[in-house]
């Protein structure tokens, strides 16, 4: 029996941005699972797995439910030992770094250019929630975070950090993809679905890292849709 991984959706439910979302799939693919994508809204928690929980992305694995990208990974090892996503405890701990560059760096630089464009891409249901919830987060309107001087430039500059590794080796995780990978890969989703505009150029060893990345498990991320 497939899981079942809980994900976001826009209108078009086959645009599905949420970083934490591709964070697991990618785990799931690495991992060689089926799971059978349940798509939930922004809003409308009923019909999340857990209610009161109210986030996703959340795993149903029979009787069992894992909450969280980063509960589900270490899940996903323990439960399913083939194929890890960290093999020693210095994968793990690269990939708490690359977690930790993404909140404190990445996502604070990206965040301003995207949400008004998820707002607008979101179901008219939802809408109210999304811009309510973000503008308690930011403390600010979608339009003043849009608007705000600079955040191409703080993106770019965050992903400096990417590049000697990526000068050096094929992968975050050396030779071949691992949890950090992934980690960092199911964020840069977030933009890649969110517009079809590129928001930010990387550096050339990011940039073609992030081709192969694309071109893993058969191009599944790179066969992605995106709004036109």
């Given at each position: 029996m497939a899981l079942k991984l809980y994900d976001l959706a826009l209108a078009d439910p086959d645009i599905r941005p949420s970083?934490?979302?591709?964070?697991?799939k990618f785990a799931l693919l690495?991992?060689?699972?089926e799971f059978e994508p349940i798509l939930v809204g922004f809003a409308d928690k009923t019909k999340y797995p857990d209610p009161e929980y109210g986030r996703i992305p959340v795993i149903v694995d029979g009787e069992e439910m894992v909450k969280d990208s980063a509960a589900i990974m270490a899940w996903l090892d323990k439960t399913y030992p083939e194929n890890p996503l960290v093999a020693t405890q210095g994968e793990a701990a690269?990939?708490?770094?690359?977690?930790?560059?993404l909140f404190s760096s990445f996502f604070p630089a990206v965040s301003p250019m995207l949400v008004s464009r998820i707002h607008a891409l979101a179901a008219e249901d939802d809408k109210p929630y999304f811009r309510a919830s973000r503008e308690?987060?930011?403390?600010?309107?979608?339009?003043?975070?849009?608007?705000?001087?600079?955040?191409?430039?703080?993106?770019e500059a965050s992903l400096q950090i990417?590049?000697?590794?990526?000068?050096?080796?094929?992968?975050?995780?050396?030779?071949?993809?691992?949890?950090?990978?992934?980690?960092?890969?199911g964020a840069f989703m977030w933009p890649r679905l969110s517009t079809a505009e590129d928001i930010y150029e990387a550096p050339q060893s990011v940039a073609a890292w992030f081709e192969r990345m694309l071109d893993l498990f058969d191009g599944y991320a790179r066969n992605a849709k995106r709004p036109s």
């Open positions: 970083p934490f979302c591709w964070m697991v690495h991992k060689a699972l690269a990939a708490e770094f690359y977690r930790s560059w308690e987060r930011f403390g600010k309107t979608l339009e003043e975070l849009a608007a705000l001087p600079g955040q191409k430039e703080k993106t990417l590049s000697a590794p990526l000068g050096r080796y094929r992968f975050l995780g050396g030779d071949a993809p691992n949890l950090c990978d992934y980690i960092v890969m």
